[in-house]
């Protein structure tokens, strides 16, 4: 079974219900060559995973360009992927002392310019604003937004790790729906189940995409009674499957009903493989309930 797509239809546009990350690809045991970076794609795309998560700043400003060198070695994969990127955070450095956001238009233009040439592609599929900018002017951004998809180099525009009220407010001041809100979200930390995050979603009819989803891989090597004791309910509810523990993990993604989008972290192609058949063991609703139990450490009220 092949990881299926999930519609965005307001958008008239779809990514692999689970998504790559290329946040640790500079970390990869194996190195960062082209022809690393290319194994992991096509193995990717035989999976049916065809959407890659970006942002510039990953790999301090590196991963970009690995990532692009490796498509310039086989430019007919141009065509079988989708790409998200993020920009906006400024990192400390010689230019910069201080670490800052920059959602001015001159930046956000400046950014996307940057990353088609560091991708080596014509067009970004999604660009999202990577963190929430208080001093963002939405109506300026709104209108860089526009301006980028009307030369054709962007195709849709949506947000991460903003708050319902910062998502509405700069959706009020851009006439297209932002395609989605990617957020912190796994067992350790809820939030976006109680504070609007994911009900905000659901009413604008759009996927949240979901960062973390293994909390860093606290899940799997766990140290606190909380992280023991979630380990154990995935172990025990792996076994009544004859499947893994992380399959049970994303499984445990699929339930809810705004259509979270996992994005993969790991660097090895087993981990890949594995976490693609998490769509074979769907979970009761009690199963649901039981792992959130664990994690929280108390019943739901």
């Given at each position: 079974m092949k990881v299926p797509q999930i519609e965005f239809p307001i958008h008239k546009f779809s990514i692999?219900?689970?998504?790559?990350?290329?946040?640790?690809?500079?970390?990869?045991?194996?190195?960062?060559s082209p022809e690393r970076i290319l194994e992991k794609i096509e193995l990717c795309l035989s999976l049916g995973i065809d959407t890659f998560d970006h942002a510039d700043i990953y790999g301090g400003f590196e991963n970009e360009e690995l990532f692009g060198k490796a498509l310039s070695k086989l430019p007919s994969l141009k065509s079988k992927i989708k790409i998200i990127t993020k920009c906006g955070i400024q990192i400390p450095g010689s230019k910069f002392p201080t670490k800052h956001y920059n959602t001015s238009k001159e930046h956000i233009r400046y950014s996307v310019e940057r990353s088609l040439r560091k991708l080596t592609v014509d067009k970004l599929d999604v660009v999202l604003i990577h963190r929430p900018d208080p001093l963002m002017d939405p109506y300026e951004l709104?209108?860089?937004?526009?301006?980028?998809?009307?030369?054709?180099?962007?195709?849709?525009?949506?947000?991460?790790?903003?708050?319902?009220?910062?998502?509405?407010?700069?959706?009020?001041?851009?006439?297209?729906?932002?395609?989605?809100?990617q957020v912190e979200f796994h067992p350790f930390r809820t939030e976006p189940l109680f504070d609007g995050t994911f009900d905000q979603i659901l009413e604008s009819r759009i996927h949240p995409m979901i960062w973390s989803p293994t909390a860093g891989g606290r899940i799997f090597v766990p140290k606190t009674e909380r992280e023991v004791a979630t380990h154990s309910k995935l172990q025990e509810i792996?076994?009544?499957?004859?499947?893994?523990?992380?399959?049970?993990?994303?499984?445990?993604?699929?339930?809810?009903?705004?259509?979270?989008?996992?994005?993969?972290?790991?660097?090895?192609?087993?981990?890949?493989?594995?976490?693609?058949?998490?769509?074979?063991?769907?979970?009761?609703?009690?199963?649901?309930?039981?792992?959130?139990?664990?994690?929280?450490?108390?019943?739901?009220?």
């Open positions: 692999s219900r689970l998504v790559y990350g290329i946040w640790r690809l500079h970390e990869d045991k194996e190195g960062s709104a209108e860089i937004f526009e301006v980028l998809i009307t030369e054709g180099k962007v195709n849709h525009f949506g947000v991460s790790n903003f708050t319902p009220s910062q998502f509405q407010m700069l959706q009020s001041a851009y006439r297209r729906p932002l395609f989605t809100n792996a076994k009544k499957y004859g499947s893994s523990a992380d399959q049970v993990l994303y499984s445990w993604f699929l339930n809810h009903p705004a259509g979270l989008v996992p994005i993969l972290g790991t660097n090895e192609p087993k981990r890949i493989q594995s976490a693609a058949e998490c769509f074979s063991y769907p979970l009761t609703r009690v199963e649901w309930f039981s792992i959130l139990e664990a994690a929280r450490g108390k019943e739901v009220a």
